[in-house]
């Protein structure tokens, strides 16, 4: 059973940034794309970032293009969304998930193989 644990959510100010982790239990991390959800309170959750199982592919949520940016590191099985220029509607609680299937699939359905327990991001205007 594949495990993620998220962690790098916290507290800041609008404008500032911030350093999501995922560490996945499976040596197998290549075999996976992984993506970035997240769920604001009374919200549904949403798609926020994908990457291809090579690292090669890359796709967005149209609201944080320019200021988010997913990153993996299949050695050290992890994966990482870099969030810059953070407004008050980014506030949410934050999850990293894994698939087999394309990294596009993710935008498409949140019906994937594995999921992390999410951390907490909470941005303050």
């Known amino acids: 059973q594949l495990q993620l644990v998220e962690s790098g959510g916290g507290l800041v100010q609008a404008g500032g940034s911030l350093r999501l982790s995922c560490a996945v239990s499976?040596?197998?991390?290549?075999?996976?794309?992984m993506g970035w959800f997240r769920q604001a309170a009374g919200k549904e959750r949403e798609f926020v970032a994908s990457?291809?199982?090579?690292?090669?592919?890359?796709t967005y949520l149209d609201s944080v293009k320019g200021r988010f940016t997913i990153s993996r590191d299949n050695a050290k099985n992890t994966v990482s969304l870099q969030m810059n220029s953070l407004k008050s509607e980014d506030t949410a609680v934050y999850y990293c998930?894994?698939?087999?299937?394309?990294?596009?699939?993710?935008?498409?359905?949140?019906?994937?193989?594995?999921w992390g327990q999410g951390t907490l991001v909470t941005v303050s205007s």
């Open positions: 998930a894994a698939d087999r299937r394309p990294a596009s699939t993710m935008r498409a359905t949140d019906a994937l193989d594995a």
């Open positions: 499976d040596r197998t991390l290549s075999n996976y794309a």
């Open positions: 990457i291809s199982s090579s690292g090669t592919f890359k």
